[in-house]
């Protein structure tokens, strides 16, 4: 290294440390398979996060579980794809060295990873440049403290202790707790996302204002040194604002952030892209600093080099998310992210990038940190395994549809299944009393559709006096039963903005054949929070009808008000029904079901709208909450059992 740069750097190092000394660190329906209790109640969905996304809507069940349920559960980390800081430079080529033979030999080499085969840790001071004796004096006394933060059988051990030690940084709260604050969080984050007027790069920023103002940041003030509480390992955020949300990683002009612990700086976590696309283990991740490093934004920036250099020799936890969606971390932002928290490592090597301002740190994961699936990140990776398809069918709605709807089989040769695409629900004037109305919209009033006319449309004031969707189409957060859209008896056009789930599908939506599940759906395009995806059609049939149908309960949904004294419907799909019927259960879901209204206002039989509960990536399969209760379902005295293979990790094993 040139010497007069390496002045620079320590000068630049002190002049930092003595600013960082002076600042505080701070930093339903239900699937009724059958029922044999008719006193079923329509419920209310809501999320127990104050005012954050809630759902209500009718429930999935085989029986009569009445409305003692939470509903389908969000998950609240699972948002969108692509990475933020992509330009248009590729990937550096990584040139690996030889410190085996003392002196550093580049190779040409490919893309792969390739670390030397050193015996580095024990002799730093050998291999590495002078920048590093100056730290490793005043970081060896330190060591001992931070010692016990190293990731071998003592942190194990010593957890409790490490909170205890940090417990003004991580509050000492139940792991669910800490999982539903980090819900609500992202909840708030998504609703504020949906709701602004702003395009690109502005939207995150100005939701994260927004939270901040609110004081809904998650341990506003404080860095955190290793797990953030509530966060997994695994768990994905659209926003690269979302990370200082939430805690996890507090820099947001930069991707090294790092706090002041015990005099030095140490680094607490990295905002980073891969370096080698085709390595998706995610035992050892390296860092590059360097000009054109991976650390996102990082414009080689030397106290967040020096940070990293510190927690080398201090050996403390650091806190490693990666952008899944982009090969280069300098550049621009796509506004198509997607982060994923890989967990807790430990730097373990570190050595100048050749030629380059930049170090290279090899950074290795704990043993005791949960391992990534290889297929979820291949998912998000976009490195999806070409599959042999055994039958495919372009469009099985024949035209009905304002997208075809494919069906692919890489499964098995099983063929389209037996059934009538409908696109408008069978049986529903039959069913319909007649002491019920039309929905008129502008009786008494003038309805013209607009956000500023809430009061004159009496559609809207049946919904308390809200729009319950934004400008762009999508829904609200709503914690009502049944939403009242304006339809084809109201004055206003069909471009009014209560009228949202009426309209065919928007979303090119395709059915592929599950290994367990049998078909499952998903979309080819990513699918916004919020935006209506489909009506659960089929034919509406009286709850007496649907109980003897115990056999046959697979596509089976109950709705309307349960316990109605002028009788209670299912709606079958079993012969005739849409995309829909083809969408399985999950214990984690990324979609939810919503009562809604626009034609006639007989409670007993709305329709069933599925919403994107979540931001949702292309190809991903689409699930709501069946909501079945378990044991509920019996056959002749005996209990029925489904096994559920939902994947989820939340998932409860069975659907009843
Ligand atoms: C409405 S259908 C869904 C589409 C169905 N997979 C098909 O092939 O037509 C409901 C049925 O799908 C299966 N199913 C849905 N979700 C499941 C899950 N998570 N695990 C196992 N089976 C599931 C069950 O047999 C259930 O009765």
């Given at each position: 290294m040139d010497p007069s740069h390496l002045q620079l750097l320590k000068r630049e190092r002190d002049t930092q440390y003595q600013l960082m000394s002076k600042r505080r660190v701070t930093q339903n329906g239900r699937l009724s398979p059958f029922r044999t209790n008719t006193q079923l109640k329509p419920f209310q969905v809501t999320q127990n996060c104050g005012s954050s996304f809630s759902k209500t809507g009718p429930q999935f069940k085989p029986h009569e579980a009445p409305s003692s349920k939470t509903g389908s559960q969000l998950k609240a980390f699972q948002v969108i794809k692509n990475g933020?800081?992509?330009?248009s430079k590729k990937a550096p080529l990584v040139k690996p060295f030889n410190l085996s033979s003392k002196t550093i030999v580049p190779k040409n080499i490919n893309t792969k990873k390739t670390w030397p085969n050193v015996q580095r840790t024990t002799e730093p001071e050998k291999t590495n440049p002078p920048l590093f004796k100056s730290f490793k004096k005043k970081v060896e006394d330190k060591n001992l403290h931070l010692q016990r933060y190293s990731d071998d059988a003592t942190y194990r051990n010593n957890k409790e202790k490490e909170r205890t030690t940090f417990k003004n940084q991580s509050s000492l709260v139940s792991h669910d707790s800490a999982k539903n604050k980090v819900k609500c969080a992202l909840n708030h984050f998504q609703t504020c996302v949906r709701i602004s007027t702003l395009s690109g790069n502005a939207i995150p920023m100005e939701a994260s204002k927004i939270l901040k103002r609110r004081g809904k940041f998650l341990h506003e003030g404080k860095k955190i040194i290793g797990d953030v509480p509530g966060i997994e390992v695994g768990d994905m955020f659209q926003y690269f604002e979302v990370l200082n949300v939430v805690g996890l990683h507090r820099n947001i002009f930069n991707g090294i952030d790092h706090v002041r612990y015990n005099g030095e700086l140490i680094a607490t976590s990295v905002v980073s892209c891969r370096l080698y696309d085709d390595e998706l283990d995610d035992a050892e991740v390296v860092i590059s600093t360097g000009e054109e490093g991976n650390v996102i934004n990082n414009h080689n920036q030397l106290k967040e080099n020096l940070a990293l250099m510190t927690s080398y020799y201090a050996k403390n936890p650091v806190r490693v998310i990666i952008n899944l969606n982009s090969n280069n971390g300098s550049g621009s932002f796509n506004g198509d992210e997607k982060y994923c928290y890989y967990g807790v490592y430990k730097v373990d090597r570190v050595h100048p990038e050749i030629g380059k301002s930049g170090y290279k740190f090899l950074l290795v994961k704990s043993p005791y940190q949960k391992k990534i699936a290889c297929n979820e990140l291949r998912k998000y990776k976009k490195i999806v395994k070409r599959e042999k398809c055994l039958k495919f069918v372009k469009d099985i709605s024949e035209g009905k549809e304002y997208f075809p709807i494919p069906m692919t089989n890489c499964v098995d040769s099983e063929s389209v299944p037996d059934f009538q695409y409908i696109t408008r629900m069978v049986n529903h004037e039959r069913c319909k009393s007649k002491r019920f109305n039309h929905l008129k919209g502008n009786v008494g009033f003038e309805c013209v559709g607009n956000y500023s006319d809430s009061d004159k449309c009496s559609c809207v004031v049946k919904n308390g006096r809200k729009f319950p969707f934004n400008r762009n189409g999508t829904i609200e957060v709503t914690e009502k039963n049944i939403i009242y859209e304006c339809g084809h008896y109201c004055k206003c056009s069909s471009k009014c903005c209560n009228r949202v789930s009426q309209y065919k599908i928007k979303f090119p939506l395709e059915i592929f054949k599950t290994k367990e599940k049998g078909w499952g759906v998903r979309s080819e395009k990513k699918i916004p929070s919020g935006s209506f995806i489909c009506e659960y059609l089929g034919e509406i049939i009286e709850d007496k009808k649907a109980v003897k149908m115990i056999d046959n309960d697979e596509y089976l949904f109950n709705i309307g008000n349960t316990n109605h004294k002028d009788g209670v419907f299912t709606i079958d799909a079993g012969k005739c029904g849409n995309v829909a019927r083809f969408i399985n259960h999950s214990c984690s879901p990324n979609l939810f079901c919503q009562n809604i209204l626009f034609d006639h206002d007989d409670v007993r039989i709305p329709h069933i709208m599925l919403f994107a509960a979540e931001d949702i990536p292309q190809k991903t399969e689409l699930t709501y909450n069946y909501n079945y209760k378990i044991d509920q379902v019996v056959d002749n005295g005996v209990v029925k059992k489904k096994y559920c293979y939902c994947g989820a990790s939340e998932c409860v094993g069975r659907l009843y």
């Open positions: 933020r800081p992509s330009s």
